[in-house]
Every structure is written in C-alpha cells, then in structure tokens.
C-alpha cells in the first residue's frame, strides 16, 4: 500500500497548513483500519514523529513540539487522515510523512512500528 501525503507548501511564521494523508492507488484501504502517523524529516536530522490517530479513532498521540499547535483527526467520508498545522514556526519545516500501522493494542510513536509509509510532502516555514 503506498500512502499519499499532501497540502504542505510554503508559510510565513505563525501561518497554519492542514497535511491529508490518503491511499488513491489502493481502493481497499481503509483508513479506519489503521493507526495512521505522521512523521517529519528536517534537513541532515533523523526522521522524528509528530503525531498519531488510532484505528479506533478514539486516542492520539503527539510529540511535545505539537502539543497545542497540531490536531490530528480523520475524515472517513474522504478516508483520508489530516494533520492541521497552526502557528507554525521555522522548526517545523521538513518533508512530512504519513505512515499506516496495522497493531491493535498500542498506537505506536516510532517509525520501526508503521509498515506502509508514503512519499512525503514539503513544509517550508519562513518569513
């Protein structure tokens, strides 16, 4: 399954983004299926986690760097899972990459635990 991620693009500090993370080339992909991550890489930096939604849609997870800027959440009409972006800093520039994870009885915070992951998408963050 290769996800999609998309909507990342160029802002000014303080300016808001929403990332979608869809499978368009698998049909019988469900989102609700899995725990679905986001995950950035900055420049010459390991790749980090920023976020997760379960497949339960009922807990979620985010790094500290998030914590009260970004929301995860999940639209099934669309089957897609978004990540919005507010108040957005120059340290959250990165390719952004969204990751699906099959397990049930955690919802995972690093990459090792996500089997299909998907090209990524550029947040640039300046001024």
């Known amino acids: 399954v290769q996800l999609q991620a998309s909507g990342g693009g160029s802002v000014q500090p303080g300016g808001s983004l929403t990332l979608s993370c869809a499978a368009p080339?698998?049909?019988?992909?469900?989102?609700?299926?899995?725990?679905i991550g986001w995950f950035r890489q900055a420049p010459g930096k390991e790749r980090e986690f920023v976020s997760a939604?379960?497949?339960?849609?009922?807990?979620?997870l985010y790094a500290d760097s998030a914590k009260g800027r970004f929301t995860i959440y999940r639209d099934s009409a669309r089957n897609t899972v978004n990540l919005q972006m507010n108040s957005l800093k120059p340290e959250d520039t990165a390719v952004y990459y969204c990751?699906?994870?099959?397990?049930?009885?955690?919802?995972?915070?690093?990459?090792?635990?996500?089997?299909?992951w998907g090209q990524g998408t550029l947040v640039t963050v300046s001024s």
């Open positions: 990751a699906a994870s099959s397990l049930r009885a955690a919802l995972p915070g690093v990459p090792e635990r996500y089997t299909y």
């Open positions: 080339a698998a049909p019988g992909f469900k989102v609700d299926d899995y725990n």
């Open positions: 939604l379960s497949w339960s849609g009922n807990r979620t």
